[in-house]
């Protein structure tokens, strides 16, 4: 062997060692199985929607508290009576550490990085208390409110009890988060069922191409699970016509460095989820 095959040899060597250990780094790290990164991705490529097992019961039942908390506090808070009983709940990571926990939780963390492809932030946060009765969301895409580009985006609710259909649970059509953004048609008449302070539920949905053939897909979460949403998959939810609540605890993230509408109501900003480094500046503290 003469000097140059030497030293040929010698750096594949070097680069194949430096490599395994940043594999080895990596995998150390990852709060994720190797099974869930795959089926994370999976169904995210076919479906547009996939699940991970997040909490045990009783984790869930120490945020449910807290979120109860909250809930009553708002109410007991609200002097103008500005929210119905059981309004949706905006930015309830403000008003809680321990509810901040779920927004950046290290699995919901990795695996919205591992979907989106890169470093994000979150944008927001929302609950659902959806009590038997309660109408639900129209068909919509998220990306129709944020404005970013295809799979820039994601939205992760989860389950603070079981969601069934009876319950009022998030379906979708399989497969379309492969569609651009759809048209709405507005409904003043549906509009009108709208909380005062939560305009986007209903009144606006979107239209499905005619003809189209995507599989609709009832929604079933065990208390606990959590499911990641693509910004462009069409989805919605029925109303409540169960006698049990239908709780959920939703986030939203950006990857970082995307453009996204601010949004009139939600008033979007980057929050850190410890992920990428936010300029000072620009967070929302
Ligand atoms: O939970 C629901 O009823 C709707 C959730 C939703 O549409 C969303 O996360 O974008």
């Given at each position: 062997m003469n000097q140059l095959q030497k030293e040929i040899v010698t750096r594949i060597i070097k680069d194949f060692f430096k490599k395994r250990i940043y594999i080895n780094i990596n995998n150390v790290m990852s709060k994720l199985t190797e099974l869930e990164k795959q089926q994370l991705k999976f169904d995210w490529r076919y479906k547009g929607v996939s699940v991970l097992n997040l909490l045990t019961e009783k984790e869930v039942d120490k945020y449910s508290a807290e979120l109860e908390r909250i809930r009553r506090e708002r109410q007991e808070n609200d002097e103008k009576g500005e929210?119905?009983?059981?309004d949706p709940y905006q930015y309830p990571h403000k008003e809680s550490d321990i509810l901040k926990e779920l927004l950046v939780h290290p699995k919901i963390v990795e695996a919205t990085e591992l979907l989106l492809g890169g470093e994000i932030v979150g944008l927001q946060t929302w609950s659902y208390f959806k009590p038997p009765g309660q109408l639900g969301r129209d068909m919509h895409q998220n990306i129709f409110y944020t404005e970013c580009e295809s799979n820039e985006v994601l939205n992760v609710s989860i389950a603070f009890d079981n969601h069934d259909p009876q319950n009022g649970s998030v379906w979708y059509y399989e497969g379309s988060h492969n569609l651009g953004v759809l048209p709405i048609e507005v409904d003043d008449e549906r509009t009108r069922t709208n909380p005062k302070n939560w305009r986007n539920e209903r009144g606006k949905p979107c239209v499905m191409p005619e003809g189209h053939s995507f599989p609709f897909v009832e929604g079933f979460l065990r208390k606990g699970q959590v499911v990641f949403i693509h910004s462009n998959v069409v989805h919605g939810s029925e109303s409540n016509d169960s006698d049990r609540f239908r709780k959920a605890f939703l986030c939203g993230y950006l990857k970082w460095g995307s453009n996204f509408a601010t949004g009139g109501h939600m008033k979007r900003k980057p929050i850190d989820v410890g992920s990428a480094k936010i300029p000072q500046l620009s967070l929302d503290l």
């Open positions: 929210w119905g009983e059981y």
